[in-house]
């Protein structure tokens, strides 16, 4: 058989056919608005509260009450750009996490900590705040409205005593701060989460060569604490009385007129640490909630 004749019309309008497709395809490419990564505006809408970026000095300062170490877990509460979460991972090296309910921004905020060489370190979900559970967490970080604060206390105070907490702007209400940050007419407020002591408790602790007992009652409002102790028929106030997290220490005269200083650790319904007398003497100190 002799080679096939190519018909050079038959090429040229299929030729000029396939042009066109590709011609129509560019001009459809072009005509496509391009899709653009995401960008926040202050103000925009959220869940419950209108987006507002905390200053990076006040983010700075926030971690730096909290006195963050690469040992913490630190957790932001509605973490919007993810700029708190990031500089805990980058500038503390500690594990952080943001939990935001703006999918747009977590994807944003996954981003920016890539680009910054946290992405192992810093991590982003999708989440309500008042579902999602933080309780592992040793700092916790928001910038959100009073009544959200308020919301969350309950939940907060039955994390694990010494938790810190830190807040931009807002209090919450009757629990008194640890401190105050004043920054350019914004506030940072610092708490520690403090042990439940509230209660009776069976106090043991040595006098000389003798070991003693006594009743002790406490009354907290949050870390702040006061009680007294019972010395035969006499209830004697407590002096100086401290609750921070889990750290406990108070002061009383006993029956012979000898101050008695006791410092310990408060382990959910036990206490326990070391009692100074006056003479210099040392002892340890025990307590049982009863």
């Known amino acids: 058989m002799g080679r096939p004749i190519l018909n050079v019309h038959t090429l040229s309008r299929g030729a000029a056919a396939l042009l066109m497709v590709l011609a129509a395809a560019v001009v459809t490419a072009q005509s496509k608005p391009q899709e653009k990564d995401f960008q926040p505006h202050v103000g925009q809408a959220g869940k419950d509260v209108i987006w507002v970026p905390t200053p990076?000095?006040?983010?700075?300062?926030m971690l730096t009450m909290a006195q963050t170490t690469s040992q913490d877990f630190v957790v932001d509460l509605g973490s919007g750009d993810g700029r708190t979460v990031i500089t805990a991972a980058k500038k503390y090296g500690a594990k952080a996490l943001g939990v935001e309910f703006n999918p747009d921004m977590v994807e944003l905020s996954r981003r920016a900590a890539a680009k910054e060489g946290v992405a192992g370190k810093a991590d982003f979900v999708r989440g309500d705040i008042f579902?999602?559970?933080?309780?592992?967490?040793?700092?916790?970080?928001?910038?959100?409205?009073?009544?959200?604060?308020?919301?969350?206390?309950?939940?907060?105070?039955?994390?694990?005593?010494?938790?810190?907490?830190?807040?931009?702007?807002?209090?919450?209400?009757?629990?008194?701060?640890?401190?105050?940050?004043?920054?350019?007419?914004?506030?940072?407020?610092?708490?520690?989460?403090?042990?439940?002591?509230?209660?009776?408790?069976r106090l043991r602790y040595p006098a000389g060569n003798e070991s003693r007992e006594a009743n002790l009652t406490l009354e907290q409002r949050y870390q702040q604490v006061k009680g007294s102790v019972r010395l035969g028929e006499v209830s004697a106030g407590l002096r100086e009385p401290l609750l921070r997290g889990d750290a406990i220490g108070f002061a009383f005269v006993d029956q012979a007129g000898a101050r008695r200083d006791f410092v310990g650790r408060v382990n959910g319904n036990v206490m326990d640490g070391t009692v100074r007398a006056e003479n210099g003497a040392e002892g340890r100190w025990s307590a049982t909630r009863y």
Not at 153 to 164: A, N
């Open 131 to 201: 579902e999602t559970d933080f309780s592992k967490a040793t700092v916790v970080t928001m910038y959100l409205l009073p009544t959200l604060n308020s919301k969350l206390r309950p939940k907060i105070l039955d994390m694990r005593p010494g938790t810190r907490v830190a807040s931009h702007q807002f209090d919450m209400e009757d629990w008194e701060p640890d401190e105050t940050t004043n920054y350019d007419g914004r506030r940072a407020y610092f708490w520690i989460v403090p042990a439940k002591v509230q209660g009776s408790w």
């Open 56 to 61: 990076e000095l006040l983010v700075d300062r």
